[in-house]
C-alpha cells in the first residue's frame, strides 16, 4: 500500500496562472480532505468528500476547486493563483463505519508559492 | 465555536523531562479529539485520540488528559526522547461528520 500520494511534491507559480494539485489514496477510503498548513496556523479544511461525486466547502474554500469522479483520487484546482496561497497542502482520507473511522491518513504534502 | 486554541506554541525541554501540551474547545458537540504528531517535511500522523468518557488514556509514553467539564485536554510526554522532536497539533471533531477542527500547533524540541 502506497498510502495518500500527492503530486508535485514542489511548485513555483505566477500570480494568475492555474495549476491542478493531485491527490490519489489507495486504502479504498471514501473520506477525501484537502486542507493547507500556513505557520502558526495549524491546518485549515478547504475541500471535502464523503464519496465519488460528493463535495462539501471546508472552512477556506475561496479560490479552490475540487472533484471527485473516483473513489481513489481526489484533485484540487487553482484557478487563479494569488499569493494568499502560497503554503503547504494536505491531502487526506479516512473511512467511515468502522472503529478506526476518524483516524485520517495524510499524504506528505505539495508546497506552493506564488509569486 | 469550532475553535481549538492550543498552546504553548513551542516547548524546549531537557532529554527525559515531561513536556506538556493543552488545548481548549468551544464547540460542546465535539466528541473525538486526535493528538497528531508531525516531522519535519513530512504529513501528520495520528498519535493517539481519545473520547469525552474518559478522563485519560495512555499509549506507551504519551498520554491524553481530558477534562469535560473545563473543555479542555492536554498531552503529556513522558521520558521524553530527541526523536521527540516534532509538531503536536491537537484536534477535536464531531465524529458522525469527520471534519477535523485542528489547534494551532507546537513545535517541540527535546535537547539530548
Known amino acids: 500500500n502506497a498510502g495518500v500520494t500527492q503530486t508535485p511534491k514542489f511548485r513555483i507559480l505566477k500570480i494568475g496562472q492555474s495549476m491542478t494539485l493531485q491527490c490519489t489514496q489507495d486504502m479504498n477510503h471514501n473520506y477525501m480532505y484537502w486542507y493547507r498548513q500556513d505557520p502558526g496556523m495549524g491546518l485549515k479544511l478547504i475541500y471535502y468528500?464523503?464519496?465519488?461525486?460528493?463535495?462539501d466547502k471546508g472552512e477556506v474554500p475561496n479560490g479552490y476547486n475540487v472533484s471527485r469522479s473516483t473513489t481513489e483520487d481526489f484533485p484540487l484546482r487553482l484557478e487563479l493563483a494569488a499569493p494568499s496561497q502560497t503554503s503547504v497542502y494536505f491531502c487526506a482520507s479516512s473511512y467511515s463505519g468502522t472503529a478506526d473511522q476518524e483516524t485520517q491518513y495524510f499524504g506528505p504534502g505539495t508546497r506552493l508559492l506564488v509569486l | 465555536q469550532q475553535q481549538v486554541k492550543q498552546s504553548p506554541q513551542s516547548l524546549i525541554v531537557q532529554k527525559g523531562g515531561i513536556p506538556i501540551i493543552n488545548c481548549a474547545y468551544e464547540n460542546t458537540a465535539f466528541d473525538y479529539f486526535p493528538w497528531y504528531q508531525q516531522f519535519p517535511g513530512k504529513g501528520p500522523a495520528l498519535l493517539i485520540a481519545i473520547r469525552p468518557d474518559v478522563s485519560e488514556k495512555k499509549e506507551g509514553r504519551f498520554t491524553i488528559s481530558f477534562n469535560k467539564s473545563a473543555k479542555q485536554f492536554s498531552l503529556h510526554i513522558m521520558d521524553s526522547q530527541p526523536g521527540d522532536s516534532a509538531t503536536y497539533f491537537c484536534?477535536?471533531?464531531?465524529?458522525?461528520?469527520?471534519?477535523?477542527?485542528f489547534g494551532q500547533g507546537t513545535i517541540l524540541t527535546v535537547h539530548p
Open positions: 468528500s464523503v464519496g465519488a461525486g460528493i463535495t
Open positions: 484536534a477535536a471533531s464531531m465524529s458522525s461528520y469527520g471534519k477535523l477542527t
